[in-house]
């Protein structure tokens, strides 16, 4: 498969009616939820990531129509490539190649043209981190890093509800890479956010980041923070902690 039209062919060959229940429940498809409006396949996500293992070469100019399917499994397949094709291009040895930074801010610029078809937290979260995320680690012919903190922040400021999610989960990556700045920006830009999928996310952002460079600067975060964000955050924020300390915390 090398185009978007036998890939959208054969994810509707493998629809699954009770799966799609299943899903468009767990996506929150109902009016007046987050995820009104989607449709489902019903594919799980291990079945469109063999899709995406067997189309791994369609070329860059066919992504743009899946990730503007109707078809939710569909535009996961469609990031998913992307994720697949910026990766390919981050490898140790292509870190500083030419050729290469260029492919990356090309698909960097690609994904978030069609950032708001990630229009749920599945497909900002397998996509955000690998693409974005990593991007802010590598050289870049956009710009420095003043320049990546502003494209950042436009999205942590826009008014669409994915956008702030990436700018937020975007954070996993650089954390894992040891530099925490990002995810305490993004943080505090969020801390008084007021959907619940963002209090999620600035938690569980916290904690990885907690874990993977310091638990002291989480800490010190808390003792800044912990009076005034949502409590959600707080318990996803300190899940990582002894049983004594998330009592402490909680009861703050």
């Given at each position: 498969m090398t185009t978007a039209k036998e890939i959208i062919e054969y994810m509707e060959s493998l629809q699954n009616e009770k799966q799609r229940e299943i899903l468009m429940r767990f996506f929150k498809t109902a009016p007046g939820e987050y995820g009104f409006g989607d449709e489902f396949l019903g594919l799980k996500v291990p079945q469109t990531r063999e899709v995406v293992r067997e189309a791994r070469e369609t070329p860059l100019s066919e992504v743009p129509i899946l990730?503007?399917?109707?078809?939710?499994?569909?535009?996961?397949?469609?990031?998913l490539l992307l994720v697949d094709?910026?990766?390919?291009?981050?490898?140790?040895?292509?870190i500083n190649?030419?050729?290469?930074?260029?492919?990356?801010?090309?698909?960097?610029k690609l994904y978030l043209d069609y950032a708001e078809q990630?229009?749920?937290?599945?497909?900002?979260d397998l996509s955000a981190p690998k693409i974005l995320g990593h991007w802010l680690l590598l050289p870049s012919n956009l710009g420095d890093r003043d320049f990546k903190q502003q494209l950042v922040d436009t999205l942590a400021q826009s008014k669409c509800l994915w956008k702030q999610r990436i700018s937020m989960v975007s954070t996993w990556k650089t954390s894992q890479q040891g530099d925490p700045s990002w995810c305490l920006r993004y943080a505090e830009i969020h801390l008084h956010h007021p959907h619940d999928l963002m209090h999620k996310a600035v938690g569980w952002m916290l904690r990885e980041m907690g874990k993977q460079v310091s638990m002291d600067l989480l800490r010190d975060f808390l003792r800044q923070h912990s009076d005034e964000m949502h409590r959600t955050t707080l318990r996803y924020a300190i899940e990582k902690m002894s049983v004594e300390e998330r009592r402490m915390w909680m009861k703050k």
């Open positions: 990730l503007m399917s109707r078809w939710h499994e569909v535009r996961l397949c469609g990031f094709k910026f990766e390919r291009n981050a490898t140790k040895r292509l190649d030419k050729q290469a930074i260029s492919a990356r801010d090309e698909l960097l990630a229009n749920n937290w599945d497909l900002v």
